[in-house]
């Protein structure tokens, strides 16, 4: 298995250069064609891709949507996803989460393969909570009923439900709101709420899809802060999609960047500063110039095919 192969310094590390095909020039098709092993070394990875694609077969039309995805995740980890509109993102987040079966390779949760043949493993499932962009929350549902909702699933009792939602809905900042119903709430809220049912039955792994894209800036930034202590407080392994380069960097370990289709690793930063980040970081150079070398390597994607890829700032 090759070795990590994220760059690391003590406090922003630049993204890592394409590779150059051995021959030591970086041209432009070399670098384009580039594709980056986030392979770790044996043993240290909570989430495994490996070899990993998608090809979709629509109506005649085929799309190759992810190629040949090497990449470990560490338990705790923080790994963010970037990427231009339609490089992929959704399908890989959606892999991770048992909901697309890859057309090839193998994804490996825990150490346990996902998929055996077209079965899924469910074991490996259970350690999973996803949040989505949409809350998808149950309108008729008090806020209390929306988090315990995976618990009663799982037909845990009703008292418990309550400690168990009461006590969510206070890590996520909702206390006073339990009886109140999703029309009743901001945006933001919403989300709040459903970051609590995905983590009502403890997952040990958090798959967020966008979570906060729909929201104002500066609720966004409310929600990273709150999203970070989270993280922290439930010592959960956290990959998270977005195409907005500052929210990436803030709250990544590691940036993980997809080329444009198909999507393949183009780069993998690795990000030290400590945590808690505060929203001063983002004014440090180091910071700054995560943003601008990974805006730079969009930017190449998005010349490459002649449009602009909906990647923000
Ligand atoms: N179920 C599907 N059937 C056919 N093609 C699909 C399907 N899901 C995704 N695709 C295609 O795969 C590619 C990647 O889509 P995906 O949704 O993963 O992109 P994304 O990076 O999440 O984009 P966005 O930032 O717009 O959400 C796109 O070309 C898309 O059209
Ligand atoms: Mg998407």
Redesign the pocket.
Known sequence: MPADTTNRTPRFAKGRPPDDGGDGVITEDSALASRVSGALPDGEAEIELRGVS?R???RK?E?L??TDIELGIRKQEFVTLL????????????ILAGL?QPSAGEVTIGGRPLWRGDHRDDEALRKLGLVF?DANLFPWYTVEENIALPLLLRKVDKAERRRRAHELGELVGLQGFEKALPRELSGGMRQRVAIARALSYNPEILLM??PFGALDAITRDKMNLELQRIAEATKATVVF?T?AIGEAVFLADRVVL?SA?P?RIRSITQVDAPRPRSLEVTTEPGFQENVLELRRQLTEDEERLGRNG?VSE
């Open positions: 998608k979709f077969s629509a039309r799309t949507a992810l990427g231009q509109s339609g490089c992929g993102k959704t399908t890989m987040l959606r697309t962009q899809d966008e999609v195409h997809l289709r999507g909906g």
